[in-house]
């Protein structure tokens, strides 16, 4: 007899990782459903900011209609009480809760304190717990003396551009994009020995984009220092310096075949899923040993977070990215994403299992 599909509310469930953790081909008789994320009143759709799934209300409403929660991002605006409330009503539903360790050091927060507070209640408190890679998982188990299971990132680009030619050109190009200056984003210590190691390599272009409001005094995350540096830049002639609008998904991908190297100036992180969209159109990531992004594969690193890197360092690793690009298949991201879909679902159907059982 066949069993009804394991009722899923992702949180969020529209966004890449989520979305790609079921198979590339549904069956006809999914054992998982993956439910769509609740709009959000008042905004618009396709934003699921602030997630309704997160209140302990919404829990209550729908405890008949989901079988686990699983939580990947999306906690920071809320208060520990707040998420104290939400995983009581959790419990009191017995809706088992599977939380994935994205990140350990937030990106978006300069402050970390809060964060932190909030992984000291949700993995503790969380029915199974995932990460991507075996460092992070390491970290997790020595600070919290629980052991993720480890599961590798899915692809971030459409399957059919994995591993699909890509656009020709001449030289080598190199992308910095600082994008609208997150916090975690440290491009001063790069700019100066990237810019000299790109014209110590033949053929070799720089180009830096940036979204327009880096350039304005009246910007929450306006930096003067990098304002100079992006004027500086362009000004010299050797480098080309692109103000742009934040770019949609298929524009993303396009920049991003159109690099050899996408440099990452994080300074700190933890995962991330730019590498693994320059890992499906075959474009190498260029960064620091920050977090555990060079467990993750294709990715150059050429030292310490928080050191400049030194111009000998960053031109002998463009000279390795010219020999060759890093190489995913489509069907290697096919069979992987067949492999994640069935180890989430062993997992969601054990944990309603047990609690089955528990009852």
Known sequence: MTRPPVRVQHIPAGHAYAEHLRPAEEAPYPEVMHLPDPPVPGAPPGVWWPHPALEAAWVREHADEVDVVHLHFGTEGHTLGQLRA???ALEETGMPLVLTVHDLAHPQL????HYDEQLDLLVPAADALLTLTRGAADLVERRWGRRPTV???PHVVPLE????????HDGLVVGLHLKGLRPNLDPLP?????RAAVDRVAGAELVVHAHPEVMDPVFARYDADVHRELERLAADGRTRVVLTERMDDDQLYDYLRGLDVSVLAYAWGTHSGWVEACRDVGTWALAPDVGFVAEQGGVLT???VGEA????????????ARTAPPVVTADQRREQRGRLAAAHAALYRRLLDVREDAR
Not at 161 to 168: E, K, S, W
Not at 309 to 320: F, S
């Open 309 to 320: 890197p030194t111009v000998e360092t960053l031109v002998g690793l463009l000279a390795t």
């Open 302 to 304: 050429w030292g310490p």
């Open 161 to 168: 551009l994995v591993g699909a030619p890509r656009p020709p």
């Open 86 to 88: 939400w995983l009581g």
């Open 110 to 113: 300069s402050d970390q304190t």
């Open 190 to 194: 790069v700019l100066g020995p990237l």
């Open 151 to 153: 599961v590798a990132h």
